[in-house]
C-alpha cells in the first residue's frame, strides 16, 4: 500500500542473476526515483538500488515523531568542522522514495539569477546551464507531483501552479500577518508538492501535519507513490535493503557494474552497460571515492579532486515566537507559506545573495530540542515552557551558504558493519555565509514580532545538502558536465543535488527531480551510444513531455 | 557542606493559592484532555507503536544497576516529575538504556565526541566525581538542590571536577545530548502531550480547525494557571547554555524544512 488507497497492481520484473542490464541506478529518491521512471518508459532494462526498504506506507508508517526514526539515514557518520553539520533526520533518507519520504515538500523553484552568481556578483561560481534550459523541467515536475499554490507566484520567473493553495494554519496565519504589517510580500498555501484535491488513487491533504514523518495519506508527493510505481509498471525492478559498495572499472576505463550486498548481507555483484549514481551529497562522493582503484586512485570521476568538495548546506536557523493567543502549531503541514522578498543580492545590505522565509511545524520532541537550545531551557524551566507549546509559532530561515572547497566528504577510518569506510564530513561557514546568515536571521525574527509576539528566540541550524560533485562545463574544476555524465568515465553518471553547483534559497528537492528529468531525455536521445560511445553530444535533446506518469495531464494547467 | 540534607518540597508551586502542586495524575492547562482517549481514531500501525511504549517499559539492559539509578536520579532534575503522581510518572531512563543497548543514534557523531554509549558512561563517571568533590557523597546522597547545582554547572560549562573526563567529552555537548534524550522520551509519551495539549496522531480522521488555535471538538480548550519552580530548585530559570556558541553546532536539528 502507498497510502490509503494506491496499489502498485502489477507484479515487478526481477532481472536474473548475471544477466547484464542498461543501467543500475544507485538510488531511489528525488533524482533516482524520476530517472528510474523514464528509463524504464523508454524501454531501457534498468535496475533501481536503494539502501534502505521498499515502504508500505500503511504498515511501515506511523502518525508519531519518534516512531519515524526509521526514515533517515541512520549509519553513522562523522561530523567535523568548526560549524559541524547535523545529519540524519535532517537532511538524508533510505528507503525508497529517499528524501522525499519525509520532506516538507516546499517545492519552490530557483530563480533564474541563481545559474550565473559569480558572473553577477562575483561569488560562488556558474552553472553550464541557464534557467531557461531547466524550466521546462520544471513545469512539468510541477504538474506530475503535482505541486499546490498561488495561480500567481510573484518571485524569479514569475509562474502559477496548477493545484490551488492550501488552508492556512496558525504559522502561516503568523507569517502572513507579520510581513503584512512590515509591506513584504507573502505567499500564501505553497508552493508544496501536496495534494489541495484528490488525483486518481491520491487522496487530498487532511492537515494532519506529520508531513515530515512520512505521508501515510498519500497526498504529500514523494518519488516512492508518484513516479516509483510507474517505473514498475513499465518494466523497471527496484532492489531494496542493497547497499551498493563499489563501482567497478573495466580495462577500456569503462564502468562494467557494482558490488552490493542485498538485504541478507551477502556480497553480489551487478553488471550494467552503464552506472548513475543517486545517493545525494554524501553517499554519492562515498561511493566514488570508496571505488577508488588502478587507475583512479583517487576515486572514481575525481581527476579533477571535486569529488566531496563544495558541500553545501542552507542555513536553516529557526525563529520561534510566543504568541498570547493560542496557535498549535501542529496542525497543517508545516510547509504552507512562505516568502522570498529577500531572495536576490542587495548591495545595501552587505553581502551576496539572499534568503527565504518559511513556515515550519516542530512537533512536541523537536520543539523540546529548540528550547533547550534556543532558551537554554531544562528541568522545571522545560517543563514550563512547553506547556505553552500551543502558544508558539515557528519560521524557518532559509539562506545561502556559498559554495566553498574546503567544505567536504572524505572517507574516515572508521568502517561501518559491511566494512565499507563511512563519510567525514566538514563545514565551516565563511565571511559571506556570516552576514547572510546574521541579517537573515534578524529579518526573520522582525517579522515574528511583527506578526505580534511578546517574546522571539532563535536556534541556529542547517537544512539540505547539496553539492559533493558539482556540474561545470571544465573538466578540471567540476565533476560532470550538465547532463550529469562524469567528465573521467563516458558510461558513469551522477543524478542528484550533488551536482548541484549552488544552491540558491530554495528548497532542493524540485529542481534535483527536474535536472533528472532532463537528463533522462539526455539518456533517451543518446540511447544505445552511451553503452559504447566515448563521443559527448553536447547538443540539448528535445524535451520529452510524454514520459510523464499517468493522470498527469489534463488536470489544473496553470496559465502563467 | 556536610551530608546534612533535610527534605526539601520539590513540587511545583501555583502561584495564586502559593501551594504545592501534585502529585496529580496530569499536570498542565488541558486538565482531562486525553490523546489515548482517541485511539480508535488513529491508524492501527501508529496505535501499535504508541500503546507500546506507554504498556512495555522496557527493562535495563546497557546500564549497570548503579549507573541505571545514578542516571534516574539526574533525569528526576533534568525534567523533574514531582507533580506526577507515582502511576504517572514518564519512564525516562528505559527510553535511554533501550536507545543505547540497540546502539541506535541518529546518524552521525560530532568529531570531538565519544560515540554515545561512551558519553554516557564518561558523563556519568564525571557527574560522580563532582558530586564526590563538591560534597563528598556520591549524587545520590546528596539532596535535590546539591544535585541541581551539580548539573547547573554543566549548563554553564564550568563543572568543579572530572577535568581529566571533560578533556575527552566536551561538557556542552554531552550536557545537549543527556538533556535531548531526556526530552525524547518525555515528549515521544502521550501522557506528556495530554500535558501540554498536543492533539497526537490525526491519521485518518484528521485536523479541520486549522486556525486561531482553535480546539477539534474532541481537544480541549486551555485552562491556564500561574505556577513557578519550587523554591529548592535553580532550573525554573532561562539561561543560555555556556560553551553553545552558534558555530559549535545544535542538537536540536530534528526535522527538515
Known amino acids: 500500500m502507498l497510502g490509503s488507497i494506491q496499489r502498485i497492481e502489477s507484479p515487478m520484473r526481477r532481472f536474473s542473476e548475471g544477466e547484464e542490464v542498461d543501467y543500475v541506478i544507485v538510488g531511489v529518491g528525488a533524482g533516482g526515483g524520476v530517472l528510474l521512471q523514464r528509463l524504464a518508459r523508454a524501454g531501457f532494462r534498468v535496475i533501481g538500488f536503494d539502501a534502505g526498504p521498499f515502504w508500505d506506507t500503511e504498515r511501515d508508517w506511523v ?87 498561488p495561480s500567481y507566484y510573484p518571485w524569479g520567473d514569475p509562474h502559477g501552479y496548477p493545484y490551488g493553495p492550501h488552508p492556512m494554519g496558525g504559522v502561516g496565519d503568523a507569517l502572513i500577518r507579520g510581513c503584512t504589517n512590515l509591506g513584504i510580500g507573502v505567499s500564501a498555501g505553497g ?60 580495462a577500456t576505463r569503462r564502468v562494467t557494474g557494482v558490488s552490493y550486498f542485498d538485504s541478507d548481507g551477502r556480497a553480489c555483484f551487478q553488471k550494467a552497460k552503464a552506472v548513475i549514481v543517486a545517493g545525494y551529497s554524501i553517499e554519492t562522493p562515498r561511493l566514488l571515492l570508496n571505488s577508488a582503484c588502478p587507475g583512479f586512485e583517487n576515486g572514481l570521476a575525481n581527476s579533477s579532486d571535486c569529488v566531496g568538495r563544495y558541500l553545501m548546506a542552507q542555513a536553516g536557523n529557526v525563529v520561534l515566537g510566543r504568541f498570547e493567543e493560542l496557535v498549535r502549531m501542529y496542525k497543517a503541514p508545516p510547509a504552507h507559506a512562505l516568502t522570498e522578498e529577500f531572495y536576490e543580492t542587495d548591495a545595501k545590505r552587505g553581502f551576496a545573495r539572499g534568503f527565504a522565509i518559511q513556515t515550519v511545524g516542530p512537533l512536541p520532541m523537536s520543539f523540546a530540542k529548540q528550547m533547550m537550545v534556543a532558551k537554554g531551557a531544562w528541568g522545571w524551566g522545560l517543563r514550563s515552557v512547553m506547556m505553552d507549546y500551543n502558544h508558539w509559532a515557528a519560521f524557518g530561515f532559509l539562506g545561502e551558504i556559498l559554495p566553498n572547497a574546503d567544505n567536504r566528504v572524505q572517507l574516515a577510518e572508521e568502517k561501518d558493519r559491511l566494512g565499507i569506510p563511512i563519510a567525514k564530513i566538514t563545514f565551516n561557514l565563511y565571511d559571506n555565509d556570516k552576514k547572510l546568515i546574521e541579517f537573515g536571521k534578524n529579518k526573520t525574527m522582525e517579522v515574528m514580532w511583527a506578526a505580534g509576539a511578546q517574546e522571539v528566540v532563535q536556534e541556529a541550524r542547517y537544512a539540505h545538502l547539496v553539492g559533493a560533485a ?85 488536470h489544473g494547467m496553470p496559465r502563467i | 557542606m556536610n551530608s546534612q540534607t533535610e527534605r526539601v518540597d520539590t513540587r511545583p508551586v501555583n502561584t495564586r493559592t502559593g501551594k504545592p502542586i501534585g502529585p496529580i495524575s496530569q499536570p498542565g492547562y488541558y486538565p482531562g484532555f486525553s490523546t489515548l482517549a482517541q485511539q480508535k481514531f488513529w ?196 539561561e543560555p547554555v555556556a560553551g553553545q556558541a552558534e558555530h559549535l553546532g545544535s542538537p536540536g536539528q530534528g526535522g527538515a524544512h
Open chain 1, 191 to 250: 508552493p508544496v508538492a501536496i495534494l489541495s484535491g484528490s488525483r486518481a488513487n491520491r487522496p487530498h491533504c487532511i492537515y494532519r501535519g506529520f508531513c515530515i514523518q512520512g505521508c501515510k495519506v498519500g497526498a504529500k508527493a514523494s518519488t516512492l507513490i508518484t513516479h516509483v510505481p510507474d517505473a514498475i509498471e513499465n518494466g523497471a525492478e527496484i532492489r531494496p535493503n542493497c547497499m551498493v559498495s563499489r563501482i567497478h572499472v573495466g
Open chain 2, 43 to 238: 491508524d492501527a500501525k501508529t496505535r501499535e507503536v504508541v500503546l507500546d511504549r506507554v504498556i512495555n517499559v522496557p527493562e535495563i539492559r546497557f546500564f549497570s544497576q548503579q549507573e541505571a539509578r545514578l542516571l534516574e536520579a539526574i533525569c528526576d532534575r533534568i525534567l523533574p516529575q514531582d507533580d506526577r503522581d507515582e502511576s504517572h510518572k514518564i519512564p525516562i531512563v528505559p527510553q535511554i538504556d533501550r536507545r543505547l543497548y540497540e546502539n541506535s543514534h541518529d546518524g552521525y557523531r560530532y568529531e570531538d565526541m565519544p560515540p554515545d554509549r561512551e558519553a554516557f558512561q564518561l558523563g556519568l563517571r564525571a557527574v560522580e566525581e563532582i558530586a564526590q568533590h563538591e560534597y563528598r557523597l556520591g549524587f545520590l546522597e546528596i539532596g535535590p538542590r546539591e544535585q541541581e547545582e551539580i548539573l547547573h554547572s554543566l549548563h554553564h560549562g564550568k563543572p568543579s571536577a572530572g577535568h581529566e573526563i571533560w578533556k575527552q567529552l566536551p561538557i556542552h555537548r554531552f550536557w545537549m545530548l543527556l538533556v535531548s534524550d531526556c526530552a525524547d522520551a518525555y515528549y515521544s509519551h502521550p501522557w506528556a502531550w495530554d500535558e501540554i495539549g498536543f492533539g497526537g496522531p490525526a491519521y485518518p480522521r484528521a485536523y479541520m480547525r486549522l486556525e486561531r488555535g482553535e480546539a477539534e471538538p474532541w481537544e480541549s480548550e486551555e485552562k491556564r494557571y500561574q505556577w513557578k519552580a519550587p523554591d529548592s530548585s535553580v532550573s525554573g530559570v532561562f
Open chain 1, 63 to 149: 502518525s508519531d515523531e519518534k516512531g519515524a526514526h526509521n526514515l533517515y539515514w541512520n549509519d553513522m557518520r562523522i561530523t567535523a568542522g568548526e560549524h559541524p553539520l547535523a545529519f540524519g533526520a535532517n537532511n538524508s533518507g533510505k528507503g525508497v522514495g529517499g528524501g522525499t519520504v519525509h520532506w516538507a515538500s516546499f517545492t519552490p523553484r530557483l530563480h533564474p539569477s541563481d545559474f550565473s552568481i559569480h558572473s553577477t556578483d562575483g561569488v560562488g561560481v556558474d552553472w553550464p546551464i541557464p534557467y531557461s534550459d531547466l524550466k521546462p523541467y520544471y513545469e512539468l515536475m510541477e504538474l506530475e507531483l503535482p505541486v499546490s499554490g
Open chain 1, 470 to 554: 558539482r556540474m561545470g562545463d571544465n573538466p578540471e574544476t567540476s565533476v560532470v558536465d550538465q547532463f550529469g555524465r562524469t567528465h573521467d568515465i563516458a558510461n558513469l553518471f551522477l543524478c542528484d543535488g550533488s551536482i548541484m553547483p549552488t544552491q540558491g534559497s530554495a528548497n532542493p528537492g524540485l529542481t534535483i527531480m527536474a535536472l533528472a528529468a532532463r537528463a533522462a531525455d539526455y539518456l533517451i536521445r543518446e540511447g544505445a551510444a552511451v553503452f559504447k560511445s566515448e563521443e559527448r553530444n553536447t547538443q540539448k535533446p528535445p524535451i520529452r513531455r510524454d514520459l510523464s506518469p499517468p493522470d498527469t495531464w489534463g
